[in-house]
């Protein structure tokens, strides 16, 4: 089993930590975790897993590193691990948005293969959606990292210059639709629910939407038009948010989080 280094373990390096440990299989011993604020990861210690503060440490340790860190930490990172990648060894998944492969080989001036990859928080409980994207030259490659990322949720290929794309919605998205379910929740307070009852009815009817779509593969349309009558409830519940300016709204967010991610690095 390859050895893996999640170097700059922060949210969502935590999140692929528990997400290999739960649902991929990994044993916690053939990972070890970096971070330059090592109490934020010490518990991860009683489980079996490698902490260090030292990057360089934790590339020699392993054959996968995943790199986690801010944007503008990319550059320091690169330059403490560059003498220890080993391109007969090490494989470099960078979850870093807006560093391209390009960069990413141009800092560290070694011939490593170079994975992209952007999934989202919901990787901790093996539901993420991770893009992946690679050079030509390293097509080979994106079987290991889809393999890591299969056991975490759905994974879907695409062109490097797509993965700001999936940045805004797939990552981002996240934040997005959790937006959607809490004014959802709002809504079912102020119309007389309990708080708790209205959480529970509003996530597993956003989780019955989603499923919907994904075992059906019908168009969002096409599930609306069940449920709108003509005279109805829902159409009348649909027009006045279209009214305030929901779809609307969604999509300039995509948009806007979209063109902050080009120019993150």
């Excluded at 944007?71 to 391209?100: A, C, F, T, Y």
């Excluded at 989780?207 to 009558?229: Q, R, S, Y």
């Excluded at 305030?244 to 709204?249: D, E, K, L, R, T």
Aim: hydrophobic content about 45%.
């Amino acid at each position: 089993m390859k050895k893996i280094a999640i170097l700059g373990a922060g949210n969502i390096g935590q999140a692929i930590y528990r997400g290999l440990v739960r649902k991929g299989g990994m044993r916690p011993e053939n990972i070890i975790l970096s971070n330059t604020n090592l109490p934020l990861i010490e518990a991860y210690k009683k489980e079996g897993c490698g902490i260090t503060d030292d990057n360089k440490e934790a590339a020699a340790f392993a054959d996968i590193l995943i790199l986690s860190v801010e944007p503008q930490q990319m550059d320091r990172l690169l330059e403490q691990i560059r003498d220890s990648v080993n391109p007969g060894k090490h494989v470099i998944i960078s979850i870093v948005s807006g560093v391209s492969i390009e960069k990413i080989h141009a800092k560290l001036n070694v011939p490593v293969p170079v994975i992209r990859a952007m999934p989202n928080t919901a990787i901790s409980i093996g539901e993420s959606m991770t893009a992946l994207a690679c050079r030509d030259e390293d097509k080979q490659y994106l079987d290991l990292a889809a393999g890591i990322f299969e056991h975490l949720g759905e994974t879907i290929i695409l062109r490097e210059d797509l993965i700001t794309a999936s940045t805004a919605l797939g990552s981002c998205g996240i934040a997005f639709f959790m937006r959607a379910i809490r004014a959802a929740i709002q809504g079912g307070i102020e119309i007389g629910l309990h708080s708790e009852d209205a959480k529970k009815m509003a996530t597993q009817t956003a989780k019955g939407a989603a499923m919907l779509l994904l075992l059906g593969g019908n168009h969002p349309e096409h599930e609306i038009d069940k449920v709108t009558t003509p005279l109805g409830v829902t159409i009348s519940g649909l027009n006045q948010m279209e009214h305030a300016g929901f779809s609307s709204a969604m999509i300039r967010g995509i948009v806007t989080a979209w063109e902050k991610a080009k120019d993150l690095y």
